[in-house]
């Protein structure tokens, strides 16, 4: 399904060391949910799948 959108519950989805976009829950973040609430996302999100060893 490459190059395809596809949508992928929350819990689906699993952060991975050394994420280089941390999200921390500090004075930073209501700016950030109140241009979501405004304009969306303006960007999509990116996310692949874990191997399977």
Same mark, same amino acid.
């Given at each position: 399904?490459r190059g395809q959108v596809q949508e992928?519950?929350?819990?689906?989805?699993?952060?991975?060391?050394?994420?280089?976009?941390?999200?921390? &829950?500090?004075?930073t973040l209501q700016p950030l949910c &109140?241009?979501?609430?405004?304009?969306?996302? !303006?960007?999509? !999100?990116?996310?692949?799948?874990?191997?399977? &060893?």
């Amino acid at each position: 399904m490459r190059g395809q959108v596809q949508e992928i519950a929350l819990t689906e989805l699993h952060g991975f060391r050394n994420h280089p976009f941390q999200v921390k &829950d500090n004075e930073t973040l209501q700016p950030l949910c &109140d241009s979501i609430k405004k304009y969306g996302m !303006l960007s999509p !999100l990116l996310a692949r799948p874990t191997s399977q &060893d």
